[in-house]
């Protein structure tokens, strides 16, 4: 009778996750329909550790390495045999602690982030005397700096084998690489000073994260790309492009620098744009690459595309991503879209938890092989199947563009000046990208003279950019630059050229230094009529350039939107760039400006955000006379009240407990013109929605990005989710129940793990306040069936504001669409 009660006690203490040594059991496990998702193995973890990196050698066993520990080969049962079955052995070569590992040409190649072995570095492991068992390891590179979880990650083979890639976080610097694809002038940019908040990095200058190619001995290495965070993995596509999946910086969250998680097409002589602290430039500054796919939060690890698995052709050309802290792996639908590319993420596989680091689909039975662990959290090994109807057919292979084509023929080295001129203008800006860079490759000498003189507006952008870069701070283009600038028309521009226009101006000033006095008057006769514009990124970057040039004007005509803007990450900048502002002010606008930090006192965001505003208003602070401070005396002394956060300074009444009912009949003549795009994205703001939601590279990131949701919802689908949250959760940012020892329960998503400890975010308005929650406490998880959505968002506004906030998502954030007023 003790044995058979024995061991009903154990399956239920392992289906409530009670026993140690136990990775999430799969029926926990969400998986795309038609897929199965098997246990095959839970790691000891007081043995073997917690693995991060994972290849598979030439007989289709899997090697994967322990975060801290040894090498561990790993032999899986047959598709369809007991997860029993499974063989684990530990390799005998003394080696490990990598972060990325590739079975390629008969050896092991391993990427050590931290001191163990002879350092840092790429190393390579041979089986000499052939009695399967690695009994070499050779250092090919040693990698600089110190060991941190921003080091040497991923190590891949190129398409023809005779090269490996190898990429590394921003930690790490740039191993001095004997050929460059990427000019080697990078500089900060940024012309205010930063701010720090908690100041992780805060010494880290560009280029940040980096990807190289080497040989396979690693003897000659070629810089391919900079500027990421904290890529960890990358992947090739069948037309031999470059994918990698880089990280935010989540103590950034609620500041107008915070960048989501972000899939990146690897373009070859990059610039991704990420700075420490709040140096990190925004999407639109055409001196970096935007992201293909914006996630949100999280942590990324393993990536790696669907070919050779047995699964439908959608998900054989899927690149498959993982987020280590929110237990998500996301299939990610890559379409060619000119010179480049654009995607769409569909969550594939999640659990909470679900620590994933890496991925590999086996050459040898076409299944997909997944590991979880990392930071000392328990380990485990799964594999995925497909067992749906649809067929498995090999997908119809797409082949590169035409622009493409032009892409990879001017990243080559030794471009010519010639051959690449008549890219400068194409309204692709990917090709624009590569002609600049193969530009600035060349003699200054032999393209200088041409830039100026350029007359195509949009070609004399993209030249004039790469001169202000490579003018290796000669002061005396600085009149030629600004007067070729001033030959261009702003008004006649369009959208990005713009933003390039003012952004040149930006980069002459940190290139080239501060102008003089009568230069500084003539580009604020020239500019500070422009602002505002309707465009509110392009209105930020020109309201910096009249701050540093002197405008008195601008504060008068800026200082307003930091009270008005919207959301709170566009009211933050304004506030920002306003503070080094000297001259201009009144009593009033001052007062106003201060009271703004009373109500931003109440605004959320990440681990340094109370750190980023306090020093906003201390450098303000610091531009203020005694006199000054003396007469707006009563608002610098007042002290913040706390309540909930407001975006707006106009009075917010209930005006009526909106049902779909009452509001469909309008849906249809409401919005099909005469609507107000202003108020719409007013309203956004309004509702708090950009609290948790991004849409159109502005808002927060802890909620669904809703700038495609145009091409996902009709009119009533979308009302239906806003005013019904809990009607249909996402499973992506759906949340988690779970029900402790002492019969509480705390209710929300995993954000982070380390060891035995969650750190559980129970309010999506408050990212960084976490309830940390002992995993071995934990005696059963399920879904919640209430969203983490507020209902009643809408309660306070008009059935016209309503009706606005639809046409503003519905429009993709595009003024000129046929439902708003002209």
């Not at 050698?57 to 090498?71: E, K, T």
């Not at 700075?275 to 949100?296: A, F, M, N, Q």
Request: aromatic share 10%.
């Amino acid at each position: 009778m003790i044995k058979p009660i024995f061991s009903l006690l154990l399956l239920s203490a392992i289906s409530h996750g009670q026993l140690a040594d136990q990775a999430t059991p799969a029926d926990k496990i969400k998986i795309a329909k038609g897929f199965r998702v098997e246990l095959l193995y839970s790691v000891p973890k007081e043995q073997e550790g917690s693995w991060v990196a994972m290849t598979q050698d030439d007989q289709g066993r899997l090697i994967c390495s322990d975060q801290y520990g040894a090498l561990y080969r790993i032999t899986p049962p047959a598709v369809g045999g007991s997860a029993g079955e499974t063989k684990v052995e530990k390799l005998s070569i003394d080696f490990g602690h990598c972060q990325g590992l590739l079975y390629h040409a008969g050896a092991l190649y391993g990427v050590v982030n931290d001191e163990a072995y002879q350092g840092r570095g790429l190393y390579r492991c041979k089986d000499t005397n052939g009695d399967d068992q690695f009994d070499t390891v050779e250092l090919l590179r040693p990698f600089p700096g110190k060991a941190g979880e921003h080091g040497p990650h991923g190590v891949i083979a190129s398409p023809d084998g005779k090269s490996l890639y190898v990429m590394c976080g921003n930690q790490t610097p740039e191993p001095s690489c004997e050929t460059s694809r990427v000019p080697r002038h990078w500089g900060e940019d940024q012309l205010f000073p930063m701010l720090l908040g908690r100041g992780f990095m805060r010494d880290t200058l560009a280029p940040g994260g980096w990807l190289a190619k080497t040989d396979l001995d690693g003897k000659q290495w070629e810089l391919i790309n900079i500027g990421t965070r904290n890529t960890y993995d990358i992947a090739i596509n069948r037309q031999g492009d470059i994918f990698g999946f880089d990280a935010d910086m989540e103590w950034d969250t609620g500041m107008p620098w915070y960048r989501p998680t972000r899939v990146c097409f690897m373009q070859s002589g990059g610039e991704f744009g990420w700075r420490t602290c709040s140096k990190k430039w925004p999407v639109r500054w055409e001196d970096s690459l935007p992201p293909v796919v914006d996630i949100g939060p999280g942590s990324p690890t393993g990536v790696a595309f669907g070919y050779g698995a047995k699964f439908p052709a959608k998900y054989q050309e899927a690149l498959f991503i993982c987020d280590w802290s929110y237990g998500k792996m996301y299939a990610v639908h890559l379409s060619p879209s000119g010179a480049g590319y654009t995607g769409t993420a569909e969550e594939f596989m999640s659990a909470s938890p679900l620590p994933l680091t890496d991925i590999e689909v086996s050459r040898k039975d076409g299944a997909m092989y997944v590991s979880i662990g990392g930071r000392k959290v328990q380990s485990g090994l799964y594999r995925v199947t497909y067992t749906g109807g649809e067929a498995s057919d090999a997908p119809v292979k797409s082949g590169t563009t035409d622009l493409a084509k032009l892409r990879e023929a001017l990243e080559q080295p030794g471009t010519s000046v010639e051959a690449a001129w008549p890219h400068l203008a194409s309204p692709d800006r990917h090709l624009r990208f590569a002609a600049r860079t193969a530009l600035e490759l060349q003699p200054l000498a032999s393209w200088k003279d041409k830039a100026l003189q350029e007359t195509n507006p949009r070609a004399a952008l993209t030249a004039l950019m790469a001169l202000a870069r490579s003018s290796g701070g000669d002061k005396a283009l600085m009149k030629p630059l600004l007067d070729a600038l001033g030959r261009i028309d702003f008004k006649a521009l369009k959208g990005l050229d713009r933003v390039t226009y003012i952004r040149n101006h930006m980069l002459v000033f940190t290139r080239l230094g501060e102008p003089d006095e009568p230069t500084k008057a003539a580009l604020i006769a020239k500019l500070s009529p422009l602002f505002p514009t309707n465009d509110t990124g392009l209105n930020r970057d020109l309201a910096e350039v009249l701050v540093y040039l002197g405008d008195a004007a601008i504060v008068a005509k800026a200082a307003p939107w930091v009270n008005d803007s919207p959301t709170q990450e566009e009211q933050i900048d304004y506030a920002r760039i306003l503070r080094f502002a000297k001259t201009g002010w009144t009593k009033e606008l001052r007062a106003d400006y201060f009271r703004w930090f009373l109500r931003a006192a109440n605004y959320k965001g990440g681990a340094s955000f109370d750190l980023f505003i306090g020093e906003i208003k201390k450098d303000a602070l610091a531009t203020m006379s005694e006199e000054e401070k003396l007469a707006i005396k009563d608002v610098l002394d007042a002290k913040p009240e706390p309540k909930a956060p407001s975006f707006t300074t106009k009075p917010m009444n209930f005006v009526k407990a909106w049902t779909v009912a009452d509001l469909e009949k309008s849906l249809g003549v409401g919005l099909e013109g005469n609507r107000d795009f202003q108020n719409g994205r007013n309203m956004f703001g309004a509702a708090t929605c950009f609290a948790c939601h991004r849409f159109n590279n502005e808002g927060g990131a802890v909620g669904p990005d809703l700038t495609s949701v145009a091409g996902k919802y009709s009119p009533r689908d979308l009302l239906e989710h806003i005013i019904e949250p809990s009607k249909e959760i996402s499973d992506q940012y759906g949340s988690t129940v779970f029900t402790l020892q002492d019969g509480s329960q705390v209710v929300g998503r995993i954000a982070n793990m380390k060891e035995n400890t969650m750190m559980v975010c129970t309010n999506m308005m408050d990212p960084n306040n976490f309830t940390n929650v002992d995993a071995r406490k934990v005696v059963k998880t399920e879904e919640s069936k209430v969203s983490m959505m507020p209902p009643g968002l809408l309660y306070m506004l008009k059935e016209d504001d309503i009706l606005d906030l639809l046409a503003y998502l519905l429009s993709k954030g595009n003024p000129d669409d046929p439902m708003f007023v002209k």
